[in-house]
């Protein structure tokens, strides 16, 4: 397993370096030698446990269903038999995670900007047939470019619901920020799940604490930070809710009072 720097992959697709590496894949940078524009390439090896592999190529799938413009571009599926090779849109920018981590907390006006925006994304997922939950929100997956775009990453975790069994798949997500439906198995999971996420995350950027570390009973914003609108610090409690019922009902509901605060 691995593509060599000068490679010429498909005749078409010359490696520059490599810019990942995980357990289940490398990504590699590479030139399109027809259009000339940086692609990105995840090289997923056919040595991996089967249930790995299908799961790595089930993400690609997805993706590349999706036809919307906050989500990455799947250009091509390239098979051999070592391997298979996933062409796509190479996203220049940093994650929300790196500017956490380079800034610190983020404007409040900035966070209420960037939620209006995943609840777009959200929003097109949850009205995909069959609904897609996404099930893993959090900075690390949340890219934003030079311009100020945001793009949404990582779809490994996405529940396609309808289609697995009610829910019966292994379910994904990342504590702190995975909603309590997630890792029960005997409750529903819905675009409420997805509000949970979001609210823990615009939390984690507003305050630079992270989520893993509140009381759910105590999920306030402006116990951390007495300048937060109190309206902005409702919006967050009402996503944070345990009992998803307590939750707003969808992403447009959400919307409409992330648009009343600016």
Not at 119 to 139: E, G, N, R, W
Request: include cysteine.
């Amino acid at each position: 397993m691995g593509l060599e720097l000068g490679q010429a992959l498909a005749q078409r697709y010359k490696i520059k370096r490599q810019l990942g590496r995980g357990g289940n894949a490398h990504v590699y940078l590479a030139g399109d030698m027809v259009d000339g524009k940086n692609r990105a390439i995840k090289e997923i090896s056919k040595s991996l446990d089967c249930r790995i592999y299908e799961f790595a190529y089930r993400e690609a799938e997805i993706v590349r269903k999706l036809n919307y413009p906050y989500f990455p571009q799947i250009f091509d599926i390239l098979h051999t038999a070592k391997a298979d090779y996933i062409v796509m849109e190479y996203l220049e920018g940093e994650t929300a995670r790196e500017r956490l981590d380079r800034m610190g907390p983020q404007p409040a006006g900035e966070v209420v900007r960037w939620a209006k925006d995943l609840c777009l994304m959200l929003t097109y997922l949850h009205s995909y047939k069959p609904p897609m939950i996404y099930c893993d929100l959090k900075p690390d997956n949340i890219m934003i470019q030079s311009a100020g775009n945001l793009r949404l990453i990582d779809f490994g975790a996405v529940l396609e619901l309808g289609k697995e069994a009610g829910g019966s798949r292994l379910r994904l997500g990342t504590r702190g920020y995975a909603a309590p439906e997630q890792f029960d198995s005997g409750k529903a999971i819905d675009a409420r799940t997805d509000i949970y996420a979001l609210g823990r995350t615009m939390y984690e950027l507003l305050t630079g604490k992270s989520p893993c570390k509140a009381e759910a009973k105590e999920f306030s914003v402006r116990s951390l930070k007495r300048s937060m609108p109190r309206k902005l610090a409702q919006v967050i409690r009402t996503c944070t809710w345990e009992e998803p019922a307590k939750r707003y009902r969808n992403c447009e509901e959400l919307r409409e009072d992330l648009i009343i605060i600016g």
